[in-house]
């Protein structure tokens, strides 16, 4: 796909829990889906487990490498809670409380802060906070890492500040070609052609197999809306071409451009 105007994203998503299967993780999805409306690709998604040796070299990893970097997991009020300790070590700061959060918890609870409580309270120094609208502490960013809860209905709430935060690309445009009762071996060499012919987009066959029968869903994404226009005629063509017995041109899917 044309790098031109790309920008990018990591999801770092940390937990024992995830990894143990004992909760099932849904951020990654949404934050995708997310990101996408601002022209910014998830490029890449780590799941790490609650040490802090894998969670400082997985953020190291994914904050040089990409544009930005998203957390999820880890900012509670229990020792396993490592994740502000992990971030601030990577940056070389120390973590300090936040006056503010101190405050919102002070009016939240009509009382001094619990040790527990405070552990919440900690940002590292340089930081700034992700407005968290729906309960608890906010979140908080510093550089190019976004570090957010791990609760679906709260994470979400914070992505919401995060989003006028990141440099903006250019929206990918996705469109797709049903094609039933045609094996993917049978396509290969068209979607192949296909491909050499228009190196700047990004073109994916996904199986599906059910009770009616068996085809790909074939997905065309580039940030050109004309090519990938032009790119989805020319695929019509080439599975009526083969004898492909229905192809069907989808409309676009809720969040797609």
């Not at 949404?30 to 996408?36: E, P, Q």
């Not at 192949?192 to 073109?203: D, G, K």
Request: glycine share 10%.
């Amino acid at each position: 796909m044309d790098e031109t105007d790309r920008v990018t994203a990591a999801v770092l998503i940390i937990g024992d829990e995830i990894l143990s299967g004992r909760t099932q993780d849904i951020n990654l999805n949404h934050i995708a889906r997310y990101l996408g409306v601002f022209g910014v690709d998830l490029a890449e998604a780590r799941v790490v487990p609650d040490v802090k040796a894998e969670i400082i070299a997985a953020l190291d990893a994914l904050r040089t490498r990409w544009d930005y970097v998203i957390t999820t997991g880890g900012i509670g009020p229990t020792h396993d809670d490592i994740t502000a300790d992990c971030v601030a070590e990577a940056f070389g700061v120390p973590l300090e409380e936040h006056p503010e959060i101190l405050e919102m918890m002070r009016e939240r609870w009509g009382a001094e802060p619990t040790p527990a409580r405070r552990r919440m309270a900690r940002v590292p120094v340089g930081g700034s906070l992700v407005r968290n609208p729906v309960q608890g502490p906010p979140g908080f960013q510093i550089g190019n890492v976004f570090v957010l809860a791990g609760v679906p209905r709260i994470m979400q709430g914070m992505l919401e500040d995060v989003g006028p935060r990141l440099r903006t690309g250019r929206v990918v445009v996705s469109r797709t070609v049903r094609v039933e009762g045609t094996g993917e071996s049978v396509m290969a060499a068209p979607l192949e052609a296909l491909a050499v012919a228009h190196p700047n987009l990004s073109l994916g066959s996904y199986p599906f197999f059910n009770v009616d029968g068996f085809g790909s869903n074939l997905v065309v994404r580039g940030r050109d809306p004309e090519e990938v226009a032009t790119a989805v005629d020319e695929l019509i063509a080439a599975m009526s071409d083969i004898g492909a017995r229905s192809v069907t041109r989808l409309e676009a899917e809720a969040g797609e451009g």
